[in-house]
């Protein structure tokens, strides 16, 4: 069994930054590929970036450049550092990870982005 926890999120104004962090449980978390996704009300969630448990990451053509996401593997924790912010990135963002053939998804947390 894995739990995720997300926490970071919030309201920002165009141009600012936050960064989202995401708690796993569990002692193999650095095996596995653990992503960030978003959804806005009507919309399906998308990836936003993924970062394989050896540090390779990718990113959605709409966030390149402005969003990092990085692993603490001995912290058991993924971040997206979000910088750059944009009306359109206003969403609640999942931490995502499959483990063992499960899927296993966060609680969500929202940002909102505006003046």
């Known amino acids: 069994q894995v739990q995720l926890v997300e926490s970071g999120g919030g309201l920002v104004q165009p141009g600012g930054s936050l960064r989202l962090s995401c708690a796993a449980s569990?002692?193999?978390?650095?095996?596995?590929?653990a992503d960030w996704y978003r959804q806005t009300p009507g919309a399906q969630r998308e990836l936003v970036a993924a970062i394989a448990g050896g540090g390779r990451t990718n990113y959605a053509d709409s966030v390149k450049g402005r969003f990092t996401i990085s692993r603490d593997n001995a912290k058991n924790t993924v971040y997206l550092q979000m910088n750059n912010l944009k009306p359109e990135d206003t969403a609640v963002y999942y931490c995502?990870?499959?483990?063992?053939?499960?899927?296993?998804w966060g609680q969500g947390t929202q940002v909102t982005v505006s003046s």
């Open positions: 569990g002692s193999i978390f650095n095996l596995y590929t």
């Open positions: 995502f990870m499959v483990v063992a053939g499960r899927d296993y």
